[in-house]
Protein backbone atom coordinates (compact mmCIF):
# COMPACT_ATOMS: atom_id res chain seq x y z
CA UNK A 1 0.00 0.00 0.00
CA UNK A 2 1.14 3.44 -0.95
CA UNK A 3 0.30 6.84 0.07
CA UNK A 4 0.73 7.74 -3.31
CA UNK A 5 -1.77 4.91 -5.00
CA UNK A 6 -4.96 5.60 -6.74
CA UNK A 7 -8.36 3.84 -5.01
CA UNK A 8 -8.50 1.73 -8.02
CA UNK A 9 -4.80 0.31 -7.00
CA UNK A 10 -5.56 0.10 -3.93
CA UNK A 11 -8.58 -2.12 -4.28
CA UNK A 12 -7.10 -4.64 -7.31
CA UNK A 13 -5.86 -7.88 -6.31
CA UNK A 14 -3.60 -8.42 -9.24
CA UNK A 15 -3.03 -11.47 -11.48
CA UNK A 16 -0.39 -14.00 -10.49
CA UNK A 17 1.31 -15.37 -13.39
CA UNK A 18 2.60 -19.20 -13.73
CA UNK A 19 6.17 -18.63 -12.63
CA UNK A 20 9.32 -18.48 -14.77
CA UNK A 21 11.80 -19.37 -12.29
CA UNK A 22 15.44 -18.86 -13.44
CA UNK A 23 17.21 -20.36 -10.57
CA UNK A 24 17.86 -23.53 -12.19
CA UNK A 25 16.59 -25.05 -15.54
CA UNK A 26 12.92 -26.47 -14.81
CA UNK A 27 10.91 -29.29 -17.46
CA UNK A 28 8.24 -26.70 -18.23
CA UNK A 29 4.76 -27.94 -17.12
CA UNK A 30 3.36 -24.75 -15.78
CA UNK A 31 2.23 -22.48 -18.20
CA UNK A 32 0.88 -24.22 -21.21
CA UNK A 33 3.12 -22.73 -23.54
CA UNK A 34 4.30 -25.14 -26.61
CA UNK A 35 7.32 -27.72 -26.13
CA UNK A 36 7.72 -26.95 -29.78
CA UNK A 37 9.77 -24.38 -31.40
CA UNK A 38 7.82 -21.63 -33.56
CA UNK A 39 7.69 -22.48 -37.26
CA UNK A 40 11.21 -21.64 -38.90
CA UNK A 41 9.48 -19.42 -41.54
CA UNK A 42 7.28 -17.27 -38.63
CA UNK A 43 11.39 -17.03 -37.59
CA UNK A 44 12.61 -15.94 -41.36
CA UNK A 45 9.52 -13.55 -41.20
CA UNK A 46 10.89 -11.56 -37.93
CA UNK A 47 14.23 -12.14 -39.06
CA UNK A 48 13.94 -10.44 -42.49
CA UNK A 49 11.68 -7.54 -40.34
CA UNK A 50 14.69 -6.52 -38.81
CA UNK A 51 16.12 -3.41 -40.65
CA UNK A 52 16.11 -0.06 -40.48
CA UNK A 53 12.38 0.39 -40.81
CA UNK A 54 12.07 -0.12 -37.45
CA UNK A 55 12.58 3.48 -36.88
CA UNK A 56 8.87 3.96 -38.85
CA UNK A 57 5.89 2.92 -36.64
CA UNK A 58 4.13 -0.05 -37.21
CA UNK A 59 0.75 0.38 -39.28
CA UNK A 60 -1.82 1.50 -36.43
CA UNK A 61 -4.87 -0.83 -38.48
CA UNK A 62 -2.36 -4.15 -38.55
CA UNK A 63 -3.98 -4.57 -41.63
CA UNK A 64 -2.08 -7.10 -43.41
CA UNK A 65 -2.29 -9.33 -40.16
CA UNK A 66 -5.95 -8.28 -40.47
CA UNK A 67 -6.36 -9.20 -43.56
CA UNK A 68 -4.76 -12.52 -43.32
CA UNK A 69 -6.70 -13.54 -40.29
CA UNK A 70 -9.65 -13.01 -41.76
CA UNK A 71 -9.20 -14.43 -44.93
CA UNK A 72 -8.12 -17.40 -42.83
CA UNK A 73 -11.40 -17.89 -41.18
CA UNK A 74 -13.23 -17.04 -44.33
CA UNK A 75 -14.55 -13.83 -42.53
CA UNK A 76 -14.07 -10.13 -43.55
CA UNK A 77 -11.51 -7.71 -42.04
CA UNK A 78 -14.42 -6.04 -40.74
CA UNK A 79 -15.19 -8.71 -38.26
CA UNK A 80 -11.44 -8.93 -37.60
CA UNK A 81 -9.56 -7.31 -34.20
CA UNK A 82 -5.94 -8.14 -33.34
CA UNK A 83 -4.25 -6.93 -30.29
CA UNK A 84 -1.17 -8.17 -27.85
CA UNK A 85 -2.00 -11.65 -26.97
CA UNK A 86 -5.53 -12.42 -25.81
CA UNK A 87 -4.96 -10.56 -22.43
CA UNK A 88 -5.05 -7.37 -24.25
CA UNK A 89 -7.99 -8.05 -25.89
CA UNK A 90 -10.04 -9.30 -23.09
CA UNK A 91 -9.30 -5.94 -21.27
CA UNK A 92 -10.25 -4.28 -24.07
CA UNK A 93 -13.39 -6.56 -24.22
CA UNK A 94 -14.47 -5.92 -20.69
CA UNK A 95 -14.00 -2.19 -20.92
CA UNK A 96 -16.44 -2.10 -24.61
CA UNK A 97 -19.06 -4.51 -23.54
CA UNK A 98 -20.02 -4.87 -19.70
CA UNK A 99 -21.65 -2.46 -18.20
CA UNK A 100 -20.60 -1.75 -14.66
CA UNK A 101 -24.00 -1.40 -13.30
CA UNK A 102 -24.71 -5.05 -14.20
CA UNK A 103 -23.03 -8.53 -12.97
CA UNK A 104 -20.52 -10.42 -15.48
CA UNK A 105 -21.41 -13.97 -15.71
CA UNK A 106 -18.71 -16.27 -15.45
CA UNK A 107 -17.83 -19.96 -14.01
CA UNK A 108 -16.57 -19.79 -10.07
CA UNK A 109 -13.44 -21.87 -11.59
CA UNK A 110 -11.83 -20.26 -14.68
CA UNK A 111 -9.21 -18.41 -15.78
CA UNK A 112 -8.53 -16.10 -12.97
CA UNK A 113 -7.95 -12.81 -14.91
CA UNK A 114 -11.54 -12.40 -15.55
CA UNK A 115 -11.87 -11.70 -12.00
CA UNK A 116 -9.16 -9.36 -12.06
CA UNK A 117 -10.37 -7.64 -15.14
CA UNK A 118 -13.89 -7.67 -13.43
CA UNK A 119 -12.46 -5.54 -10.23
CA UNK A 120 -10.62 -3.09 -12.85
CA UNK A 121 -13.35 -2.30 -14.76
CA UNK A 122 -15.78 -1.83 -11.94
CA UNK A 123 -17.75 -5.37 -12.64
CA UNK A 124 -19.78 -7.48 -10.06
CA UNK A 125 -18.91 -11.05 -10.90
CA UNK A 126 -22.08 -13.45 -11.21
CA UNK A 127 -20.12 -16.86 -10.31
CA UNK A 128 -21.55 -19.78 -11.74
CA UNK A 129 -20.62 -22.83 -9.77
CA UNK A 130 -19.27 -25.84 -12.14
CA UNK A 131 -21.25 -28.82 -11.54
CA UNK A 132 -19.85 -31.63 -9.63
CA UNK A 133 -18.03 -32.89 -12.13
CA UNK A 134 -16.26 -29.95 -12.85
CA UNK A 135 -18.08 -28.92 -16.07
CA UNK A 136 -19.69 -25.67 -16.84
CA UNK A 137 -23.69 -26.30 -16.55
CA UNK A 138 -25.16 -24.54 -19.15
CA UNK A 139 -28.75 -24.17 -17.88
CA UNK A 140 -27.57 -21.48 -15.68
CA UNK A 141 -26.10 -19.18 -17.60
CA UNK A 142 -29.08 -17.54 -17.99
CA UNK A 143 -31.13 -15.29 -16.62
CA UNK A 144 -32.15 -11.35 -15.96
CA UNK A 145 -30.21 -8.62 -15.36
CA UNK A 146 -26.85 -9.61 -16.06
CA UNK A 147 -24.40 -7.62 -18.03
CA UNK A 148 -22.62 -10.02 -20.43
CA UNK A 149 -21.58 -13.48 -20.28
CA UNK A 150 -17.49 -14.77 -20.30
CA UNK A 151 -16.71 -18.45 -21.15
CA UNK A 152 -13.29 -19.93 -22.33
CA UNK A 153 -13.59 -23.39 -24.45
CA UNK A 154 -12.03 -25.71 -23.51
CA UNK A 155 -12.34 -24.17 -19.73
CA UNK A 156 -9.16 -23.63 -17.67
CA UNK A 157 -8.22 -25.31 -15.74
CA UNK A 158 -10.35 -27.77 -16.32
CA UNK A 159 -9.54 -28.29 -19.77
CA UNK A 160 -13.48 -29.28 -20.38
CA UNK A 161 -14.79 -28.75 -23.66
CA UNK A 162 -18.04 -27.48 -24.72
CA UNK A 163 -19.66 -28.64 -27.92
CA UNK A 164 -20.25 -26.15 -30.99
CA UNK A 165 -24.31 -27.08 -30.06
CA UNK A 166 -23.89 -26.14 -26.54
CA UNK A 167 -22.45 -22.93 -27.30
CA UNK A 168 -25.33 -21.98 -29.64
CA UNK A 169 -27.45 -22.78 -26.63
CA UNK A 170 -25.65 -20.19 -24.71
CA UNK A 171 -25.95 -17.89 -27.06
CA UNK A 172 -29.56 -18.47 -27.67
CA UNK A 173 -30.14 -17.56 -23.94
CA UNK A 174 -28.15 -14.13 -24.09
CA UNK A 175 -29.25 -12.90 -26.85
CA UNK A 176 -29.49 -9.46 -25.71
CA UNK A 177 -25.85 -9.29 -23.84
CA UNK A 178 -22.86 -9.80 -25.24
CA UNK A 179 -21.50 -13.26 -24.97
CA UNK A 180 -17.38 -13.83 -25.19
CA UNK A 181 -15.72 -17.12 -26.05
CA UNK A 182 -12.67 -17.37 -25.07
CA UNK A 183 -11.11 -20.11 -26.94
CA UNK A 184 -7.48 -19.59 -26.42
CA UNK A 185 -6.80 -23.80 -26.08
CA UNK A 186 -9.47 -24.76 -28.92
CA UNK A 187 -7.37 -26.02 -31.52
CA UNK A 188 -6.17 -28.63 -29.61
CA UNK A 189 -9.52 -30.87 -30.66
CA UNK A 190 -12.40 -28.21 -30.22
CA UNK A 191 -14.77 -26.57 -32.67
CA UNK A 192 -14.57 -22.64 -33.11
CA UNK A 193 -17.50 -20.58 -32.56
CA UNK A 194 -16.33 -18.59 -35.52
CA UNK A 195 -18.77 -20.38 -37.46
CA UNK A 196 -21.57 -19.22 -35.27
CA UNK A 197 -20.95 -15.47 -36.33
CA UNK A 198 -23.07 -15.03 -38.94
CA UNK A 199 -25.83 -15.89 -36.57
CA UNK A 200 -25.01 -13.83 -33.53
CA UNK A 201 -24.29 -10.57 -33.34
CA UNK A 202 -23.73 -10.69 -29.70
CA UNK A 203 -20.74 -13.12 -30.20
CA UNK A 204 -16.91 -12.52 -29.68
CA UNK A 205 -14.78 -15.22 -29.95
CA UNK A 206 -11.12 -14.65 -29.11
CA UNK A 207 -8.28 -16.69 -29.93
CA UNK A 208 -4.22 -16.64 -29.55
CA UNK A 209 -1.20 -17.40 -31.65
CA UNK A 210 0.35 -18.07 -27.81
CA UNK A 211 -0.61 -22.20 -27.43
CA UNK A 212 -1.05 -23.95 -30.27
CA UNK A 213 1.22 -21.32 -32.96
CA UNK A 214 3.87 -21.86 -30.31
CA UNK A 215 3.99 -18.12 -29.84
CA UNK A 216 3.09 -17.29 -26.20
CA UNK A 217 6.50 -14.38 -26.52
CA UNK A 218 5.10 -12.91 -29.44
CA UNK A 219 2.20 -11.59 -28.02
CA UNK A 220 -0.65 -11.98 -30.84
CA UNK A 221 -3.98 -12.47 -30.43
CA UNK A 222 -7.37 -11.95 -32.09
CA UNK A 223 -10.59 -11.37 -31.65
CA UNK A 224 -14.36 -12.14 -34.57
CA UNK A 225 -17.61 -11.06 -34.04
CA UNK A 226 -19.61 -8.56 -35.84
CA UNK A 227 -19.00 -5.24 -37.45
CA UNK A 228 -20.52 -3.34 -34.23
CA UNK A 229 -18.33 -5.49 -31.84
CA UNK A 230 -15.09 -4.84 -33.80
CA UNK A 231 -15.79 -0.96 -33.82
CA UNK A 232 -16.11 -1.25 -30.31
CA UNK A 233 -12.74 -2.89 -29.68
CA UNK A 234 -11.40 -0.01 -32.04
CA UNK A 235 -12.72 2.83 -29.82
CA UNK A 236 -11.14 0.93 -26.63
CA UNK A 237 -8.02 0.38 -28.46
CA UNK A 238 -7.64 3.96 -30.01
CA UNK A 239 -7.98 5.19 -26.67
CA UNK A 240 -5.22 3.24 -25.22
CA UNK A 241 -2.49 2.68 -27.63
CA UNK A 242 -3.42 2.59 -31.58
CA UNK A 243 0.15 0.85 -32.29
CA UNK A 244 -0.93 -2.23 -30.68
CA UNK A 245 1.50 -4.82 -32.66
CA UNK A 246 4.58 -3.72 -33.29
CA UNK A 247 6.56 -4.06 -36.97
CA UNK A 248 8.04 -7.85 -35.54
CA UNK A 249 4.59 -9.04 -34.16
CA UNK A 250 2.93 -7.96 -36.95
CA UNK A 251 5.24 -10.08 -39.88
CA UNK A 252 5.64 -12.96 -37.78
CA UNK A 253 2.04 -13.09 -36.93
CA UNK A 254 0.84 -13.53 -40.58
CA UNK A 255 3.27 -16.04 -41.35
CA UNK A 256 2.32 -18.21 -38.41
CA UNK A 257 -1.01 -18.26 -40.20
CA UNK A 258 0.24 -19.28 -43.57
CA UNK A 259 2.38 -22.05 -42.46
CA UNK A 260 -0.62 -24.34 -42.00
CA UNK A 261 1.66 -27.68 -42.29
CA UNK A 262 3.82 -26.88 -39.42
CA UNK A 263 0.69 -26.12 -37.02
CA UNK A 264 -1.10 -29.28 -37.82
CA UNK A 265 2.12 -30.95 -37.01
CA UNK A 266 2.70 -29.54 -33.59
CA UNK A 267 -0.90 -29.74 -32.66
CA UNK A 268 -1.53 -33.22 -34.13
CA UNK A 269 1.84 -33.89 -31.73
CA UNK A 270 0.36 -32.26 -28.44
CA UNK A 271 -2.85 -34.08 -28.65
CA UNK A 272 -0.92 -37.60 -29.29
CA UNK A 273 1.10 -36.96 -25.88
CA UNK A 274 -2.09 -35.76 -24.22
CA UNK A 275 -3.70 -38.85 -24.94
CA UNK A 276 -1.36 -41.03 -23.98
CA UNK A 277 -0.33 -39.14 -20.73
CA UNK A 278 -3.79 -39.27 -19.71
CA UNK A 279 -4.12 -42.71 -20.47
CA UNK A 280 -1.37 -43.50 -18.07
CA UNK A 281 -1.77 -41.26 -15.42
CA UNK A 282 -5.49 -43.23 -15.41
CA UNK A 283 -3.61 -46.58 -15.29
CA UNK A 284 -1.95 -45.14 -12.03
CA UNK A 285 -4.85 -43.96 -10.37
CA UNK A 286 -5.34 -40.33 -10.73
CA UNK A 287 -8.55 -38.95 -12.17
CA UNK A 288 -8.09 -37.28 -15.35
CA UNK A 289 -10.79 -34.50 -16.68
CA UNK A 290 -11.27 -35.20 -20.29
CA UNK A 291 -8.87 -32.56 -21.61
CA UNK A 292 -9.42 -30.96 -25.23
CA UNK A 293 -6.63 -28.67 -24.05
CA UNK A 294 -2.86 -28.56 -24.25
CA UNK A 295 -2.84 -29.60 -20.48
CA UNK A 296 -3.95 -32.39 -18.32
CA UNK A 297 -6.22 -31.28 -15.01
CA UNK A 298 -5.44 -34.24 -12.85
CA UNK A 299 -6.11 -35.21 -8.84
CA UNK A 300 -5.18 -38.49 -6.84
CA UNK A 301 -7.34 -39.44 -4.14
CA UNK A 302 -4.30 -41.10 -1.93
CA UNK A 303 -1.95 -37.85 -2.55
CA UNK A 304 -2.30 -34.41 -1.96
CA UNK A 305 -1.67 -32.12 -5.15
CA UNK A 306 0.11 -29.61 -3.29
CA UNK A 307 2.75 -32.63 -1.81
CA UNK A 308 3.44 -33.93 -5.51
CA UNK A 309 3.33 -30.23 -7.01
CA UNK A 310 6.20 -29.70 -4.31
CA UNK A 311 8.33 -32.98 -5.21
CA UNK A 312 8.22 -32.25 -8.64
CA UNK A 313 9.39 -28.77 -8.37
CA UNK A 314 12.48 -29.87 -5.97
CA UNK A 315 12.89 -32.79 -8.92
CA UNK A 316 13.02 -30.01 -11.84
CA UNK A 317 9.71 -30.56 -12.75
CA UNK A 318 7.69 -27.55 -12.47
CA UNK A 319 3.06 -27.93 -12.82
CA UNK A 320 0.69 -25.82 -11.69
CA UNK A 321 -1.36 -25.96 -8.44
CA UNK A 322 -4.21 -23.64 -7.09
CA UNK A 323 -4.99 -23.03 -3.85
CA UNK A 324 -8.39 -22.45 -4.65
CA UNK A 325 -11.47 -24.09 -3.16
CA UNK A 326 -12.57 -27.62 -5.02
CA UNK A 327 -9.60 -27.77 -7.08
CA UNK A 328 -7.00 -27.43 -4.70
CA UNK A 329 -6.50 -30.99 -4.82
CA UNK A 330 -5.67 -30.76 -8.89
CA UNK A 331 -2.96 -30.01 -10.43
CA UNK A 332 -2.49 -28.59 -14.04
CA UNK A 333 -0.16 -30.27 -16.12
CA UNK A 334 1.20 -28.72 -19.36
CA UNK A 335 1.30 -31.14 -22.20
CA UNK A 336 5.36 -31.18 -23.04
CA UNK A 337 7.46 -33.26 -25.34
CA UNK A 338 7.51 -36.98 -25.08
CA UNK A 339 10.43 -37.04 -23.11
CA UNK A 340 9.55 -34.29 -20.70
CA UNK A 341 6.25 -36.20 -20.22
CA UNK A 342 8.03 -39.29 -19.76
CA UNK A 343 10.29 -37.76 -16.60
CA UNK A 344 7.08 -36.21 -15.28
CA UNK A 345 5.40 -40.05 -15.45
CA UNK A 346 8.43 -41.69 -14.28
CA UNK A 347 8.96 -39.14 -11.04
CA UNK A 348 5.10 -39.47 -10.36
CA UNK A 349 5.38 -43.27 -10.34
CA UNK A 350 8.18 -42.76 -8.04
CA UNK A 351 6.78 -40.84 -5.40
CA UNK A 352 2.89 -42.18 -5.56
CA UNK A 353 5.12 -45.71 -4.76
CA UNK A 354 4.21 -47.36 -8.18
CA UNK A 355 6.88 -49.05 -9.97
N1 LIG B 1 -7.36 -17.11 -22.05
C1 LIG B 1 -7.07 -18.21 -21.35
C2 LIG B 1 -8.18 -19.12 -20.95
C3 LIG B 1 -5.74 -18.50 -21.01
O1 LIG B 1 -5.45 -19.59 -20.28
C4 LIG B 1 -4.71 -17.64 -21.44
C5 LIG B 1 -3.26 -17.93 -21.14
N2 LIG B 1 -2.85 -17.81 -19.86
C6 LIG B 1 -5.07 -16.49 -22.12
C7 LIG B 1 -6.40 -16.26 -22.44
C8 LIG B 1 -4.06 -15.45 -22.53
O2 LIG B 1 -3.26 -15.84 -23.56
P1 LIG B 1 -2.37 -14.82 -24.39
O3 LIG B 1 -2.49 -13.46 -23.75
O4 LIG B 1 -1.00 -15.35 -24.35
O5 LIG B 1 -2.96 -14.80 -25.76
Redesign the pocket.
Known amino acids: MSKYWSPLTASLEPYV??EQPKDKRYIKLN??ESPYPPSAKVLEAINGAVNEDLRLYPDPNCEALIEAASAYYGLSPEQTFVG???????AFAFAAFFDPKKPLMFADI??S?YKVYAKFYGLEPQLISLDDELGIPLDQFHGDGHGGVII?NP???TAELLSLEAIRTLLEQNRDVVVVI?E??IDFGGESAIALIGDYDNLLV?Q????SRAL?GL???FAFGSPELIDGLNRIKNSFNSYTLDRLALRGAVAALQDEEYFKQITDKVIATRERVAEQLRGLGFRVTNSKANFLFISHDDFAAKDLFLALRERGVLVRYFAQPRIDNYLRVSIGTDDEMDTFLKLTKEMIGHS
Open positions: PGTNNGSDEILTYFPNAPDAYITLSKARVG
